[in-house]
């Protein structure tokens, strides 16, 4: 049972464009959510996060946005950079210090 | 700031050997995660300490899986009887006690049985 799903498995966009990524969840117990970026052969690294009282949250070029009546986030990148070509995992929890559900990711080119 | 740490980043082992992997949090973090990964998926939940309690288990965690954190600072994971199966990359993840903590991932230690 995928719990958060990451429908696309692949995205490409050019060099300056929005990239969009998104991620459903089934569990309505999820009131923490994260997007992680990873490179082959190192350890997933933190992007954003967003609580289940927001439906907002920036961080620079990163926007998470949280629909929580569609159980859906996204993130949205602009402008893309070549740089965050990677794969971006969607992860959500149930409560403080629980652990994390993955997604199966989604892989991002950005193009130049 | 050093970070969370996996000793070793590699293991290539013959299946039914034990192989045993360290992960170092970061400093002032309290709680500390294990996660496994296998090709196309997303990390997947093993186990949680907070200090050096253990509080959860993954069912995915089967006896042969052995996890300490014997003084609340460095975890180790234990592999015993390997098998193919359990290829995968092994990660470790830290976080603080604050509510809503964010938890952070070491490089992770690859494993493969031959």
């Known amino acids: 049972d995928q719990q958060v799903k990451q429908n696309s498995p692949s995205l490409s966009v050019q060099e300056g464009r929005i990239s969009i990524l998104n991620c459903d969840y089934t569990n309505s117990m999820f009131d923490y959510f994260l997007w992680y970026k990873k490179y082959p052969a190192e350890g997933p690294t933190f992007l954003i996060s967003?609580?289940?009282?927001?439906d907002k949250n920036e961080d620079g070029r990163f926007t998470v946005f949280l629909n929580k009546s569609a159980k859906h986030l996204s993130l949205h990148i602009v402008p893309s950079q070549p740089g965050d070509s990677a794969v971006y995992f969607c992860?959500?929890?149930?409560?403080?210090?629980?652990?994390?559900?993955f997604g199966t990711g989604t892989r991002l080119q950005v193009t130049l | 700031d050093t970070g969370v740490s996996q000793d070793p980043r590699h293991k290539i082992t013959k299946r039914g050997q034990n192989v045993t992997f360290r992960c170092d949090p970061i400093?002032?973090?309290?709680?500390l995660y294990w996660y496994r990964q296998t090709l196309g998926q997303g990390p997947e939940f093993l186990t949680y300490f907070q200090n050096e309690a253990q509080l959860e288990k993954s069912r995915l965690l089967s006896d042969r899986f052995s996890a300490e954190r014997p003084k609340g600072s460095f975890s180790t994971l234990e592999i015993q009887r390997t098998e193919q199966g359990d290829s995968a990359m092994y990660l470790c993840a830290s976080s603080s006690r604050d509510p809503g903590e964010t938890q952070y991932f070491g490089p992770g230690t690859r494993l493969l049985v031959l």
């Open positions: 400093s002032e973090h309290n709680r």
């Open positions: 992860a959500a929890s149930a409560g403080t210090a629980s652990k994390l559900t």
């Open positions: 967003i609580s289940s009282i927001k």
